[in-house]
């Protein structure tokens, strides 16, 4: 069994702010006007990927999940099965924005199972929409973009925040001033984003926003020095009207991604992705704490309890370029579970990958080919593949684009 790669089969997940095209346009699919937000390409319970065995009968499908735990050293190699045990410790993703992510958190490793534990001791079903925690796992994450890629991360300093809101009005941010004038440590900048999240169980929350909102629209119509803070904030009300969310922004570093260009998101740091198309990779885990901009669970206690409110600019892995063009680029964050190449192939060079332990690799674009001692699948726009550990090195000619994840 360990002697081929397998071709996935992928989930695609629907939520409200997904692109209703762009998924579609990479897999090859007709649009039918829902969102198609993320494409799952690994092993996580919630929505393993499928994959056809030989002995299967015609047309079956068994989960990448069961797969791996039927031969985790075949499949992982000892070494990644030691650490994580008989599963595959990252989840590779497409993620297609249209429009804002929510305000987010994903948590450590001890607030993922002590939060875990909580949750089932409560006897909370596994697809309960009361769930913060669907696993005991703590989930950073990284994204490369393939298009320009927009996003929140991490705090801005206090000094950089009270410079925003000079000038704006209402009591929301008259309460953040306040909080950051009074004390700017980690203590005061808790203070003042809890003081956000919290607005919303106020009556008066939706008036109050858009007195800041109003204030924002004035100061940008004037020539901004802030403008592309104060842009965000108005797009954010926009889509998400009466959410303190769009006021904590400015809190937050924006950024811009342009494609090929990656972000680190440790655990802990709080963040938004807002528009684009990019892959991600993060340990397969699926535990979001939401604090709003969301019509899902808002569980602002956990968010503020997991949270790091130390201002800190956005991480960018470390980058390492091979080839003979230096055509791939290698993405390493400072976690165990997962690195990202990305590799642009010609029928001149083959590129070679990772060589060992578990590989997903994605087609992003062309027609290639992945070739061990012992296995060779194509790959065409879209397509997808498990490459075990126990095939070795691998190698990729051809025409085209590819990402593919690995354990470092």
Known sequence: MSQQMYLLDNAVQHYDWGSPTRIHELLGTEPDGAPAAELWLGAHPSAPSL????????????????????????????????????????????????????????????????????????????????????????????????????????????????????????????????????????????????????????????????????????????????????????????????????????????????????????????????SGLGVEIMASSDNVLRAGLTSKLVDEKALVECATFTPAPPVHPTLETSGGRGQAHSFRAPVDEFALTLADVDASEPVALHGDGPRVVLCLDGKLTLSTARATVTLERGTSAFVPHALGPLTASGQGQLVCAWVP
């Open 51 to 274: 994959v056809a065995l030989p002995d299967d009968a015609p047309h079956q499908r068994r989960s990448l999940l069961e797969v791996v735990r039927s031969a985790p050293d075949a499949m992982l190699g000892p070494h990644v099965a030691e650490r994580f045990g008989p599963r595959l410790p990252f989840l590779l993703k497409v993620l297609a924005a249209d429009r804002a992510l929510s305000l987010q958190v994903h948590p450590k490793p001890h607030a993922a199972r002590a939060g875990f534990n909580r949750e089932n001791r409560a006897g909370l079903p596994a697809e309960s929409p009361q769930r913060s925690f669907h696993d005991d796992q703590h989930k950073p994450e990284m994204v490369v973009a393939v298009s320009q890629f927009e996003a929140l991360a991490g705090f801005r300093s206090p000094r950089a925040i009270l410079s925003l809101l000079d000038g704006l009005r209402g009591p929301l941010v008259d309460g953040v001033r306040d909080e950051l004038r009074a004390d700017r440590s980690d203590r005061g900048m808790r203070r003042a984003f809890s003081l956000l999240l919290a607005a919303r169980r106020h009556p008066e929350c939706a008036t109050h926003i858009r007195a800041t909102v109003d204030a924002v629209h004035e100061r940008l119509e004037a020539g901004s020095p802030f403008d592309r803070a104060d842009a965000t904030v108005l797009q954010l009300a926009a889509e998400h009207p009466g959410d303190p969310g769009a006021i904590a922004s400015l809190m937050l570093n924006r950024v811009t991604l342009e494609p090929g260009e990656a972000m680190f998101t440790p655990s802990g740091q709080v963040h938004a992705y807002l």
